[in-house]
Every structure is written in C-alpha cells, then in structure tokens.
Nanobody, 131 residues
Framework: QVHLVESGGGSVQAGGSLRLSCAVS????????IGWFRQAPGKEREAVAT????????YYADSVKGRFTTSQDNARHTVYLEMNNLKPEDTAMYYC????????????????????????WGQGTQVTVSS
C-alpha cells in the first residue's frame, strides 16, 4: 500500500509556472505506475501524465505536451509535475495516484482508458491560472 500527498498548487497568471510535488510513503520499494490527473469544476477527471517510479515518462496528454514535465527524486520518495506556460484552461484540482506495476506498461501508458487501475490517490492540490 502507498500513501500520496500532493503540494505546490497555487494561483498564477497565464504564462507562469508551478511545480507540484507528490510525496510517496508506505511501500516505497515498488515501482508503481504513477499518474498525475486533474479535474476542473463540472468536468470529468482527466489524465495528465504517467510514468513508473524510477523510469521515464510514458504518457502526456496532448493538451500539456511541451509544457508539463514529470520528474522524480527517488532519495526523497517524491515525484514532481513541472508546469510551464500555464493557461487558464489548466485550472483544476491536481491529483497524483498510484497503480500496481502488475498492470503493465501498455495499461500504464493509457491512463485515460484505464483510470480504474489507480487505487491510491492523494487529496489533491488546487491550481488556478488567471488570464
């Protein structure tokens, strides 16, 4: 079992940057499939990015490609979502989530159609981008 806690959200103007953090505790020896997701008011939750702990990114949503980047600090058991050139449409609650690596790379690479595999979720951190 893994416990996730996000931080780093805030309010920025369009074009600004934020770095979200997700502290991972509990079972830190497993290379979980980690996903960053977001949900705006009145909209469905959408996948932003996924990767395995200790490995490269597998998926970025088209809407964030070239602007968002995932990274990891394995010594601190923390994963990050670096968000640059933020747009008002990026305004949402952002969550990190974990799924068992047993689901495999194909599934971890397709979070939009396999969101059900993510069974550990953080509480979320709010990102607000003003125009």
């Amino acid at each position: 079992q893994v416990h996730l806690v996000e931080s780093g959200g805030g309010s920025v103007q369009a074009g600004g940057s934020l770095r979200l953090s997700c502290a991972v505790s509990g079972d830190t020896s497993t290379s979980y499939c980690i996903g960053w997701f977001r949900q705006a008011p009145g909209k469905e939750r959408e996948a932003v990015a996924t990767f395995y702990i200790g490995e490269r990114s597998l998926y970025y949503a088209d809407s964030v490609k070239g602007r968002f980047t995932t990274s990891q600090d394995n010594a601190r058991h923390t994963v990050y979502l670096e968000m640059n050139n933020l747009k008002p449409e990026d305004t949402a609650m952002y969550y990190c989530a974990a799924a068992s690596p047993l689901w495999g790379t194909t599934v971890c690479s397709a979070p939009s159609t396999h969101m059900h595999i993510f069974d550990s979720w953080g509480q979320g951190t709010q990102v607000t981008v003003s125009s």
